[in-house]
């Protein structure tokens, strides 16, 4: 019984033309992981020993940053007859505790000196490496609501996501006053930050529900964009360059609160795959709802994962690119040049009510005008080939602030 | 806002005089992982490199080997009117798949070459690493009533797991006529591996409950023993030698069948922890519950995680280890010299019917002896001064058959 470590050459299926630049362009980021040399090695490694800075006084981490392997997101709601001076408080203990966890240190002491001192830090991450952990904090409509003292203080879009064709929406999977959001490449790293978030916000929030999500370990065998379990590469045409965020991501209006200028708008969706179904599918199917092929991911108009989609194309007088297809109707060409910061996360919460596997897409999106996206799924929600496939199931949108620089804290300005 | 990589000697807070052990002893056992240089290098790095190989003729991969940091484990149910010939054909169809999946390749086509076919592997983990996949197969004991002609074909020692103290069990969390264990270092190649599994039993077996484990992914700043969610070091007096996986976990017995000897028996409870309440109690509370301290994870009666506990140690007239500390009631010492093979996973499922955090441990023990580990828990579950932080919710136990050889399939014998 011996272990057989295999290279990285042997079944590099995916050559992927243009695949240099996916990845390539994300280091120049800003907010790009450090190059890693494990990770460029034919070994395919998966490097734990990066930390991400909290205070860039410019946007915050977890948005443009490479996505990590694991997710914890969580929504919470605010204990009614807080304060916004509680708020304050929280929101500056949260920072420093976000800043800590980031560097991979513990928030206070794990194992207090005294006898009957009650444990800071709740210990499972104590002599972890930071793992690229990412904290990033998100605030809902509601916040902004008569409750706490910030009502007409909120960012000038935020307003709740309307209906939208198609939502099979569960209230508890929607909404939330506030939303914290943990990336690591370790899952411990993760669960741990949110854990000593909360426990830091007891007594003045609750959870009001949460998503665990998870992407591929390796990035070593070629695969550069990685693929959602209906086994589809996902991401080939998302946002990758410091233009594009900056055209798109990144709130710039002079009319949004100070906090708000450098930061973004969070809309999240918990979308539900029927993947038996799915699977039970020909490839023909499956390759004319996305509008591209499985194994390369190649537009079916191209070659290439990383060619145009040629949506004029024709074969047999019929569109090779079916125009209901999920590639045609979300395509920036097809949306008056539209564009999404797209960072979502496979999930699987086991099975569902019918006893079959549970999965999906948890669907992060960050963008400079929360419109865009409702634009976007207004249309896909009604005629998306893939529809007969998934349900979208949870919605929620968040105003995420800039980043605070050193001595600062998260949306300080809100408080006066 | 830059990354900002950090070293490994920085904060290297646990120095574990017998740390080196532990980690050493286990690459000495069968089926121990490549040394990987990636692993033991400051950058603190996960190899995904790895494969295993199915066919050890030996052991079945999973019980030994080093623990991956994701599990997806997963009980089923045979359908009624399924026939041994069925099963059979089965086992084998699952055998040859897991020996495939376990070098990282798909079974069978990801892209059939005719638009009509239906992709014979759903496609998520097409491009990536092995990730140090292992697939274990467990038979319950119902599998061996007089549904599918093989009653009386069962291991000797296979009988339900009888109610133990303090047992809240829940119908839904246990038993099973069978079990699929995937380990592996990606989480998303271990859900693809159960989910091609479930997939070739189609019409055959039906999910009966489900599991999503992990463990920390960084083991470089050295920590050697892994915590759970209590924040609890976990396994520092686990089998470590190949002499003790001799004498506790491989069945040996003559009078077993023949694809039982070099098998195992396989424990599961599922448990789960109060860690808000945990959470707020003191550390001179923690430290008795347990018997160790935090931080190191020494016994109160020394002073290095790895002393050997001395449990008849007295101050001040009292029990420096109470005789009720988790450590005193599972110690071999106090247990007639017996020991288990304890591989466990942290799992949390999001909120818990409170809306407070859940969060617990997927408790795996092999074992040569079932009743090794029901001795145990009848004590534990009894007085064990953890009990008033976990319960045990879920309950089941396998039949881990040998590895086959090359040609051959897992429990081939049993189909006569």
């Not at 011996?2 to 996916?22: D, H």
């Not at 060619?307 to 569109?319: I, L, Q, S, Y």
Request: include cysteine; glycine fraction near 12%; charged fraction near 25%.
């Amino acid at each position: 019984m011996s272990a057989e470590p295999r290279g990285f050459s042997r079944r590099r299926l995916i050559a992927g033309a243009g695949g240099g630049a996916v990845v390539g362009a994300a280091v120049g980021f800003a907010g790009g992981r450090a190059a890693s040399p494990a990770q460029a090695s034919a070994s395919d490694a998966l490097d734990l020993s990066t930390a991400y800075d909290f205070y860039t006084g410019d946007h915050q981490v977890g948005i443009a940053t490479p996505p990590q392997r694991h997710l914890v997101f969580m929504s919470l709601d605010v204990v009614e007859g807080t304060t916004a001076e509680q708020l304050k408080v929280l929101f500056a203990r949260w920072s420093a505790a976000m800043a800590t966890m980031m560097k991979g240190d513990p928030v206070g002491s794990v194992e207090p000196s005294r006898a009957n001192g009650v444990p800071q830090d709740t210990g499972e991450a104590y002599d972890l490496s930071p793992a690229s952990l990412t904290l990033t904090l998100g605030l809902g409509p509601t916040l902004f609501d008569d409750r706490f003292g910030l009502a007409g203080k909120g960012p000038r879009l935020l307003e709740e996501i309307p209906r939208l064709p198609g939502d099979e929406l569960q209230a508890e999977l929607c909404g939330g006053d506030l939303a914290l959001q943990a990336c690591a490449d370790d899952p411990q790293v993760a669960y741990h930050a949110i854990r000593g978030l909360t426990r830091i916000g007891r007594g003045l929030v609750t959870t009001r529900w949460t998503v665990l999500g998870f992407g591929r370990a390796s990035a070593g065998k070629g695969q550069k964009t990685p693929r959602n379990l209906m086994g589809l590469k996902d991401g080939t045409r998302n946002i990758k360059t410091d233009e594009e965020l900056d055209e798109f991501v990144w709130v710039t209006d002079p009319d949004e609160p100070a906090w708000m200028r450098g930061g973004s708008y969070l809309v999240t969706r918990k979308i539900n795959m029927d993947i038996e179904v799915w699977d039970g599918t020909t490839v023909e199917t499956q390759h004319a709802t996305i509008g591209r092929d499985k194994g390369e991911g190649a537009p079916l108009s191209g070659e290439k994962e990383f060619d145009t989609p040629d949506f004029k194309a024709v074969r047999h007088g019929e569109p090779v690119i079916d125009p209901t297809s999920h590639v045609a109707l979300a395509a920036s060409e097809n949306n008056g040049g539209a564009k999404i910061l797209r960072r979502g996360y496979n999930f699987t919460d086991g099975l569902n009510s019918l006893g079959q596997l549970d999965a999906g897409l948890f669907f992060i999106a960050f963008q400079k005008d929360p419109e865009t996206f409702v634009d976007l799924q207004r249309k896909l929600g009604r005629v998306d080939l893939l529809n007969e496939y998934i349900a979208h199931v949870g919605s929620a949108i968040f105003a995420v602030p800039r980043a605070p620089r050193s001595g600062h804290f998260l949306a300080q300005e809100l408080f006066g």
